[in-house]
């Protein structure tokens, strides 16, 4: 799995124009080694090299963190009293660009090339996002298990909701219940919101009180063997308004809308114009204030964008949120947030917790 990973990142780089690419993104790592982990101020990196001749794998690794058993690829180990760059230079070919990824630190990069690592460097954008983005089996049914996760966690969450309580209340129960189903964590920081908070799409819970005809908003996720789920869905308290319902039913006609639409070769601009084409023509097209959906994966925010201006495909394989909005400052937000896996003819959607309209 992971050699075949590699092979795609290669191939990637090879059609770029480069042969060895040096990779520091934890996750990135991660996706192509199997191991995870956070060297904080410490040098991490993996050296990918192949072009026409065979292809190589080295991981600079610090021997604070040990490596797993059977790693697909050589270790070069170090202490904290080496110079890891010395190493990665006699790796490199000298002769070569060398292709950095986005994540590699300034205070690595800048001593590499004083060192003549390679013969120019370059920074890709491409190579490793490209190959994450379309996720292979493994990863379909990673996904497929944490948003499960996070169904039955939403099931509990609603629970929680009573009179009296505020969002910093109910957002210190969750990431236990998550837990408790299986999961590592919290795959972002939870978003709690009452009342007028909810027309704010990144609140961040505090100690507002629950009253009766609140909007209560959850957009929460967990990250379960390694990969992060994410969904949002909006409830009423005890009372739901005339306006409230109308939004509510636009918002999740803008969520049908585009999801109906998702298949291989529709552009993701398109699945924007999609769901915003619904809240426009509503008479709310000013209020819904950010893109459609995000690319996700081993990152809840993964390069790859679902809005107006990101005019690439898609392709079967990806898999991104679907989660139009409508929010009126001052007054209530509704958000509606699933998440899409790309199949061959169409999408199966990972969420099965109903968006129909709930008073709690």
Known sequence: MYKNRMQQ????????????????????????TGLYVEPE???LALLLKGG??????????NELFP???NMPCDIVGFNDTDEPLDLVVEHCNQTKPLACDKTLRAGFLLPLMERQAAAGYVVDLTAVDTARAHKDEAEQEAMRAASKTNDA?????????????TEVQVAAQLEDIYRELGAQGFSFNPIVSFGANAADPHHEPDSTVLKEGDVVLFDVGCRQNSYCADMTRTFFFRSVGEEQRKVYEIVRQANEAARALVKPGVLFSELDKAARQVIEEAGYGEFFTHRLGHQIGLDVHEPGDVSAVHHEPVEAGMIFSIEPGIYLPGRFGVRIEDLVLVTEEGCEVLNSYPRDLRVL
Do not use: C, T, W
Not at 52 to 61: D, I, M, N, P, R
Not at 153 to 165: K, N, P, Q, S, T
């Open 9 to 32: 990142v290669l191939k990637n780089l090879n059609e770029a124009g480069y042969e060895q690419l040096l990779i520091s993104d934890p996750r990135s790592i991660q996706y192509l």
């Open 153 to 165: 966690a939403m099931a509990r969450f609603v629970e929680l909701i009573h009179e009296g309580v």
């Open 52 to 61: 026409q001749g065979e292809a190589s794998a080295v991981l600079f690794l």
């Open 41 to 43: 101020e410490r040098f």
């Open 67 to 69: 490596a797993a058993e």
